[in-house]
Structures are given as C-alpha cells and as structure tokens.
C-alpha cells in the first residue's frame, strides 16, 4: 500500500507534539509499506521560516518531499486574531482565517496533493488546526485520514473542527484523553477512530560486562567523609550500570527526562523537588534534556544534557524514578519510556495522558500539589518493594499495548477503513 503524512513540518530533530508522533509512525510504517511525507521547507512553528531545502530527501529512510512556504507567521497579530474572534461569536470565515493565519501556508503542497491524491491508498494528516490539514483534507476526505492532536485551548471550540473530522473517513487519537476533548469540547462521536499512540521498543535489560572489567580498575565512590571506597559487587550489578557510571551516579536518583523549560511543568517540579531535599537529599534530580532556563544550583540537581536514543532509555532504567511534570502532553513519551524499562513514574495530576497510563499500568502515582509530590516521592524513594512492584506492572503494559508491533496493528486498522469505503 501507498500512503501520504501530510505534516506541518518534519524533521529528525523535531521532537515534540503531532510533528514528532507523525515521524515515528512514518518511519515504522515504512518498514511495511510505501510512504511519502508532504510537508514544508518550514523548522520553527513560530515563524515559519523556510530552513530546509525545497525538495525530495530522505530522512532516517522516509522518502520527504518538502514545499515552501507561502507566507511567514505573524505572532503578535495572529494571537491578537485569536483573542478577538474566540471572545465574540464568528463565523465559519473567521474559523478559517484563523487557520490560515496560523499556517503553515504552501500553495505548492497543497497543488501537489490535488494532482497526486489518486495514486495514494490513503493521506494521513498530523494535526488537526494547520493550514497544511485545513487545507488538504478538503481535497479527498473519502481518502482522508487524521491524526488530530487535539489541545485544550479556546479554539477547540471552533464550529469548523466538528464538521472537518466529520467529513474524514478514520480519526487516530494518540490517547484516551484526546477522545475525551473529541467528544466534549469539539462535540462529535466519532464512529471511525481508535487510540493509536505511539510504540515502544525497549532495549534489552542491560548490565555491565564483569568480563571487561579491569581488575585493578575498580569503581571508586567517595563516601559522605570523602574517604574512597570501591563499589560493591551490587552496584555493578545493576540496572542502568552504563549510564549510572558515565555521569558518577553510584545511589537511588530521580529523573526528568525532556526539555528544562518553564512551559512544561519544570519550574514547578524543580520547586517542589527543593522542598523534597531539604529532607531526602540522599535522592537527587537528573534533569535529561536540552536546558532553556535558569536551573538552580544545589547538590541535589544533577544535569545531563541531551542524551542520543540508547542512552536516554539507560538512564530510564538506571533511575529509581522518573518524574513527568507536564501538565498537557497528549504522547507521554517519558512516561512510556519510563514504564518499559520497570522504572515507575511519578506523573502531574494535570497531565492527564500520563495518569491515564499509570492508573491503567498499575505503574505509578501522581501529584497535585508540593505535598502530594514530597509525599510520593519520598514513599518510593523509600519502599524498593512498591517501586519493584509498579515497575513490573508498567513494564508488562508496555509490552502488551505499546510496543511497536500492537500500534502498528491498530494503525493499519484504521487505515483499513480507508480502503474498505
């Protein structure tokens, strides 16, 4: 089969949001069949600038065909836009100004799909509210297929998103809380979706090799006195031993893994965390990921910068656990992550993906307040037993409805209906 990801934009360091959710089915869907993605020479939503090459390239094995853009993103006056036409009623124009006014605006993708749809057996669009999907999906909505990504903000009351999803012949959701704002906030019961996610494949449980092990190049901890120990034959031993040496990490640590910003609930985890330590720090934080504020220095913050794919998930199984402070992320990623390894996750009650995930595991808590998360954290940094146990827990439900293979099944299902019309 011949398919189409028509996305916004597209990129191997795009890793957030619809944009990554579409290029990690892409890849794996092209394992299996025939794929192009449509998409913009555009890198940054904010102005959609065109930075990548117009043109055919191929991206980690995906055949790309990118277009320009027609028209750069105006910030101040699109948000002006915005708070006008969402605090008075409008109509069905001003819903689809709003959308071009968003972008990303490409007269030459969009020329492309009305003289190539046919020969594809399907056009997936990643994210529902961009122009590259408002625009697109009215071309062949029989052949149509939408990954939404729906978020909970004013627009999502638009009388135009109920009548688009509505017209599309399969709606793939990336979590049970999308199907929620589906039918509450846009208002429809769709009779053709289904909760597709993403896929995890975990690496297989690793361990040090005692075998290459120099017998006179033993581990060294320094004790809290700063006497030099050697390391026991425990800590050699166990999980996540690669990572846990690399960055000096020889007891129970905490991790974030994901960008250090203040728009995604790290100001708050790291407040709350300070207030955890100033009677745990035995317990630090690793923070894992590109930093884009002020971080606080205080021994018990540790920063490991951006880590490539096998590392990150050895940190996830080296950690004791790992925080999500995220208060709306449809994919979950970390907490996918996390969950695969054994590692439990201790997730923000606003995040209502990743406390779906835990409750549905049986693999984690969750927090709404600072004494809720000193409390959680400080029940599993103490209790090896619960930690074990929810570890376990997160790891079967891994295995049995988010590695790649069960996601792609339910992809391709949806797909199906497509060519079932």
Known sequence: MRFAFITPRYGADINTGAEHACRLLAEQMSLR??????????????????????????????????????????????????????????????????????????????????????????????????????????????????????????????????????????????????????????????????????????????????HQQDPNDAVVVEEAGGEPVEADATYLAGRGITFRRRHRLYGSFALYGGRVEPDNGCEEMLEYFASYADDEAEMPLVLMGVKMMKVPEGRHLHLGGVLPDRERMAAYEAADVTIVPAGEDLLSQSALESLAVGTPVLASARNQTAVGHCVKANGGLFYANREEFVDALRLLARNARLRDALGENGRNYVRQHYRWEHVLGRFERLIGRVRAR
């Open 33 to 210: 069949h025939d794929v192009d993605v449509l998409t913009t020479c555009a890198r940054d939503p904010l102005t959609w600038k065109n930075e990548y090459a117009e043109g055919s390239d191929r991206v980690r094995g995906v055949f790309v065909r990118r277009f320009p853009v027609s028209q750069l993103h105006d910030r101040p006056a699109f948000r002006q836009y915005t708070a006008r036409i969402t605090s008075q009623p409008r109509s069905r124009a001003d819903e689809l100004e709003w959308s071009r006014r968003l972008g990303p605006q490409s007269n030459g993708l969009i020329e492309h799909l009305k003289r190539q749809h046919r020969s594809y057996d399907a056009l997936i669009f990643c994210s529902l509210v961009h122009a590259t999907t408002v625009d697109g999906m009215q071309i062949a909505p029989d052949r149509s297929v939408v990954l939404p990504h729906l978020q909970l903000e004013p627009s999502l009351r638009f009388g135009l998103w109920a009548d688009l999803l509505s017209s599309v012949r399969a709606i793939g959701l990336m979590s049970e809380a999308e199907r929620r704002l589906l039918v509450d906030y846009v208002g429809i019961q769709p009779q053709s979706d289904d909760v597709v996610g993403i896929g995890i494949d975990p690496p297989p449980q690793l361990s040090y090799p005692r």
